[in-house]
Nanobody, 123 residues
Framework: QVQLVESGGGLVQAGGSLRLSCAAS????????MGWFRQAPGKDGEFVAA????????YYADSVKGRFTISRDNAKNTVYLQMNSLKPEDMAVYYC????????????????WGQGTQVTVSS
């Protein structure tokens, strides 16, 4: 079992940056692949990024590749999402998720979810 708490969301102008954090409870954080997903109003949730247990492998949605960076600190039980060059279409609630599956990029592959943090991008 793992509990996830996101933070770092807020209001930013287009072109700006935000860094999201997701703090995990428990002593087995390094056993989980970690992912970020987002859901905008009226739209389905979508995959944003994922990182392997060691942090050596990362995966990104095409829409964020080159602008967002996922990272993790296993000593701090925390995963991050650095978001640069934000666009209005990035506005959504961002969710952190955990799974024991390797290379997971689909929502149904993730077992544990945080409550989400709102990212608002003004144009």
């Amino acid at each position: 079992q793992v509990q996830l708490v996101e933070s770092g969301g807020g209001l930013v102008q287009a072109g700006g940056s935000l860094r999201l954090s997701c703090a995990a409870s428990g002593r087995t954080f390094s056993s989980y692949t970690m992912g970020w997903f987002r859901q905008a109003p009226g739209k389905d949730g979508e995959f944003v990024a994922a990182i392997s247990r060691s942090g050596r492998s990362t995966y990104y949605a095409d829409s964020v590749k080159g602008r967002f960076t996922i990272s993790r600190d296993n000593a701090k039980n925390t995963v991050y999402l650095q978001m640069n060059s934000l666009k209005p279409e990035d506005m959504a609630v961002y969710y952190c998720a955990a799974t024991v599956r390797v290379g997971a990029t689909y929502r149904h592959e993730y077992d544990y979810w945080g409550q989400g943090t709102q990212v608002t991008v003004s144009s």
